[in-house]
């Protein structure tokens, strides 16, 4: 009896202590769990976020080999639908590249235009491909006769584009009619270190046909 009596203690007790703490312990819990299955559901939504996006890159890329309208309208869906529901990955900016490339292949100007600002625009997110995305809109505005858009994208070029940008400045300069201006953009070209022969003798001959040394 004398046992009964202790372990009824011990139960008393235990409630006591249960009714206490319990509520605040199983709070605690609930956290921890909403935490564990937050972390595993949001790896589980980027991964799944980034196996959508690579679906969607890859009908830009099969696509962007292809002139037919069909291809063309698979591309214009798939490069939409990255740029809208996955922004922030990279195969929406390396799609919208290859979409560029597609559209300035067919002479699409305005489309070529739309996804290199929208890539140039998020610089930030994607700045190993933010160089590349301005030279080639400077090419597209030079294309339309946009000239003043076409220059300014070609300002302040990071020291590994900079030969590259100054022989599209002179590119643009010489369309618009000023040689001289363009012949100092191509020179400019030519001071870059480790330049490859094939650029160095490609610049000198644009140089060598407007009379310049």
């Given amino acids: 009896m004398a046992f009964d009596l202790e372990e009824q203690e011990r139960i008393d007790s235990l409630k006591g202590w249960w ?15 909403l935490g564990i299955l937050a972390w595993y559901g949001w790896n589980w939504y980027q991964s799944s976020q980034v196996k959508q996006a690579l679906g969607y890159y890859e009908i830009v890329q099969t696509s962007a080999v ?3 309208a069909d291809s063309q309208a ?10 809208k529901s996955y922004g922030d990955t990279a195969y929406a900016a390396r799609g919208a590249l290859l979409a560029a490339d597609f559209y300035i292949r067919g002479g699409h100007y ?7 600002t929208w890539l140039a625009e998020r610089g930030s997110d994607f700045p190993e491909l933010l160089p590349v995305a301005k030279l080639r809109l400077a090419s597209v505005y030079a294309d339309q006769k946009k000239f003043d858009e076409a220059l300014a994208q070609l300002n302040n070029p990071p020291e590994a584009f900079k030969a590259l940008y100054d022989d599209r400045k002179g590119d643009v300069l010489i ?5 001289q201006e ?19 003798n490609t610049i000198q001959l644009k140089i060598s046909a407007l009379g310049g040394e």
């Fill in 19 to 33: 009714d206490r703490f319990g509520n605040t312990i199983l709070t605690a819990i609930i956290v921890v769990m």
């Fill in 66 to 68: 292809s002139s037919d």
């Fill in 74 to 83: 698979r591309l214009d869906q798939a490069a939409a639908e990255l740029k």
């Fill in 110 to 116: 305005e489309q070529a235009q739309q996804e290199l």
């Fill in 175 to 179: 369309a618009q009619g000023k040689k």
């Fill in 182 to 200: 363009a012949v100092v953009a191509w020179k400019a070209a030519l001071s870059g270190k480790q330049l490859p022969a094939a650029f160095v």
